[in-house]
């Protein structure tokens, strides 16, 4: 992760602005006074930097819950923010140079508001969740040039690898976006995909709960793949195929095929390593037999009046309120120039949105954008208004 490592921290004016960078607030942590939040905006991209106070030095890295998918981003905020606040910077790991030439018009890579707002269904649509190092989603999207390929990822190194081959290759049929795929899924029209590809997941062995594979990730596949589409799991781990085939096999109605060690056309830099250590490699493809109902969310975003007062507030720190399939857990706390902003995770148990609620006097909103328009999210978002009504 980019970062500064700086002699002191200092603050800049809010609002402010350098090199094209705005610096809107910042927001402190009232329990843990060695933490701040600085809310900054480069391009189209908003989202938070942490300030670390350790060992009498100070810390200044991007905020893993906002970061955006542009890692440029990241650095020109860094060092955009170092340069105005005139901090002494002891060490770096951020490139001062420009960014690569075959990222300078990447159009590629998506917010999940763009899938949100207006999901594209003019061609078949294949999903490959996890793609590493991309061999697998590059081969698919290059030898299929009629069939748009969405790859998602969480890893920006791999991201960026593929933003990259994508450029090179001038491919107009891959999108990449970074987000929890399973999330992503409840917001996918019904009956328009044509596969799924889960290669190589980590198996979670410690954390179940974190798996790709679930009963309501195998649910959400049914419903959005195409009648004959396929959900196709390939793995390495005896204790990830065990565990899937059972979830897969609980269903009442299920159409799976198994095979093991078998050749397909192009293959990870693991996998090659894997087969040289005789690991036995399993697919699981499960077939999507029936058309689903359509998709539809009701519902929005908005809060109704807050109640609550701001000492009632300050006392839902790390407090965890629970309802019918989900939970809020309200994490951390901080004191705005003008209000209180709550970082919290909220919906499902094994998928749940972590956030930031901004609340000043009566008025309540997300920042720096709403969650996702998902069931679960809907859901926890209802609850949480009814808590802040008081």
């Known amino acids: 992760m980019p970062h500064l490592h700086i002699e002191e921290f200092k603050k800049t004016e809010f609002p402010s602005q350098e090199d094209g960078v ?29 300030v670390k106070d350790e060992n009498g030095k100070s810390l200044l890295k991007s905020d893993k ?16 923010y170092a340069k105005a606040a005139h901090l002494n910077v002891l060490s770096s790991n951020v490139p001062q140079n420009q960014k690569n030439i075959h990222l300078q018009e990447v159009t590629a890579l998506k917010d999940i508001n763009y899938f949100a707002t207006n999901f594209p269904k003019n061609r078949e649509i294949r999903i490959e969740v996890g793609f590493g190092s991309g061999r697998h989603l590059l081969h698919q999207a290059i030898n299929n040039p009629d069939t748009l390929f969405i790859g998602i990822e969480i890893h920006h190194p791999s991201i960026e690898q593929v933003l990259k081959q994508i450029t090179i290759k001038n491919l107009d ?54 009648v004959g589409g396929t959900l196709e799991l390939r793995t390495d781990s005896e204790n990830y195929y065990a565990y899937s085939y059972e979830t897969f096999i609980a269903f009442k109605k299920t159409t799976l095929y198994i095979n093991k060690n078998r050749d397909i056309a192009v293959t990870s830099k693991y996998e090659d390593r894997w087969k040289k250590m005789e690991k036995n490699i399993y697919d699981l493809t499960m077939i999507n037999d029936e058309e689903s109902s359509e998709l539809i969310l009701e519902g929005d975003f908005n809060f109704s ?20 399939g989900g939970f809020i857990h309200f994490e951390r706390t901080y004191m705005l120039k003008d ?43 209802q609850f949480l208004n009814r808590v802040l009504h008081g």
């Open 173 to 226: 049929n891959l999108l990449v976006l970074n987000y929890d795929a399973r999330l992503f899924m409840e917001l996918v029209p019904s009956n328009i995909v044509g596969k799924i590809y889960v290669h190589f997941p980590v198996p979670w062995d410690k954390k179940p709960h974190r798996r790709v594979i679930s009963t309501a990730f195998i649910e959400e596949a049914n419903r959005i793949l195409k």
């Open 65 to 80: 819950l906002t970061r955006p998918a542009s890692i440029y981003n990241v650095h020109k905020a860094l060092l955009s």
């Open 305 to 324: 009046e807050v109640k609550l007062s701001t000492e009632e507030i300050l006392k839902l720190h790390k407090e965890i309120k629970k309802f019918n």
């Open 22 to 50: 705005l610096f809107n607030f910042i927001a402190d942590n009232i329990n843990h006074k060695e933490e701040k939040l600085i809310s900054v905006k480069v391009d189209e991209n908003e989202f938070f930097l942490l």
């Open 339 to 381: 209000g209180i902003m709550l970082r919290m995770s909220m919906g499902s148990f094994d998928k749940p949105e972590h956030l930031y609620v901004i609340v000043k006097k009566d008025k309540a909103f997300y920042y720096p954008n709403s969650p996702l328009k998902s069931k679960s999210n809907l859901a926890a978002h």
